[in-house]
């Protein structure tokens, strides 16, 4: 986003322009401890069948996990008919997955039970083809967890190259994204690491009151360059006085 704001307005001084994440409020406790010790890993995939989510390369993956006898339990979140529906056969995306029962396709749900699942995953899947600050890996975030996400240019990829931790697979490879789940499964004490990094960034870049301060330093920084010092002529005096008189009518209206 920084990127494109300074080629679109050719901003040439870069400093001009900041970026601040999105925070997330929500309490929750280290897992860590309990998460590291599993047998049965649980992966949570929050993108229903928006095309945004890029739900055809999960669903490559998911297929090709299911012909292993790898122990793991998947969760897939959210409206699961497809866009085009009204003319195509099958409807629904379930339809197109293995019968398996290690994987689950919740549907909707109350925000509560979908809380809950982020909660409780191992690994947080978002290979999403297009971002902009997504809530539910923050708030997967906030109690441990392993993020595996795509190789494409948005915040996802950001906050963990930012946090130095998680999984980046290819954009749009089903077997990149199989290859790096079934390593994380088969080799889960090479990604402990991640469950305690993904808690304390949450903690220490995610948190409401550190948004709050960078918005603040944001907003002073902005209002400090904008000062104009102009000579004081007639027709500055006659600026200064209407413009203290626009600010007080403004000020009595909103009174």
């Known amino acids: 986003g920084r990127h494109f704001i300074n080629n679109y307005f050719n901003i040439t001084d870069k400093n001009k322009v900041t970026y601040i994440y999105n925070f997330v409020q929500h309490e929750v406790d280290n897992n860590a401890s309990i998460k590291s010790k599993r047998d049965c890993l649980n992966i949570v995939f929050p993108g229903g069948a928006s095309m945004m989510k890029y739900p055809e390369m999960v669903l490559g993956a998911v297929n090709m996990l299911l012909k292993t006898d790898l122990n793991f339990r998947f969760y897939w979140l959210g409206n699961l008919v497809l866009p085009l529906s009204g003319i195509s056969k099958p409807k629904t995306i379930n339809q197109l997955a293995k019968q398996?029962?290690?994987?689950?396709?919740?549907?909707?749900?109350?925000?509560?039970?979908?809380?809950?699942?982020y909660d409780d995953a191992n690994i947080?899947?978002?290979?999403?083809?297009?971002?902009?600050?997504?809530?539910s890996l923050m708030e997967a975030m906030c109690s441990g967890c392993i993020p595996v996400v795509g190789s494409a240019?948005?915040?996802c990829r950001e906050i963990l190259d930012d946090g130095?931790?998680?999984?980046?697979?290819?954009?749009?490879?089903?077997?990149?994204?199989?290859d790096s789940l079934e390593d994380i499964i088969r080799n889960h004490e090479k990604y402990v690491y991640n469950y305690?990094?993904?808690y304390e960034y949450s903690k220490n870049q995610l948190a409401a009151n550190v948004w709050k301060g960078k918005m603040e330093i944001a907003i002073k920084s902005a209002m400090d360059s904008s000062k104009i010092y102009i000579p004081f002529t007639k027709s500055a005096f006659r600026k200064s006085?209407?413009?203290?008189?626009?600010?007080?009518?403004?000020l009595q209206l909103k009174e």
């Open 153 to 155: 240019k948005h915040v």
């Open 196 to 198: 305690n990094k993904t």
């Open 100 to 117: 398996d029962e290690r994987l689950t396709f919740t549907g909707r749900i109350p925000r509560e039970e979908a809380q809950q699942l």
């Open 164 to 178: 130095n931790f998680g999984v980046i697979v290819k954009h749009g490879s089903s077997k990149s994204l199989f």
């Open 124 to 135: 947080f899947l978002l290979p999403s083809r297009a971002e902009g600050c997504p809530m």
């Open 241 to 250: 006085y209407y413009g203290f008189k626009y600010h007080a009518n403004k």
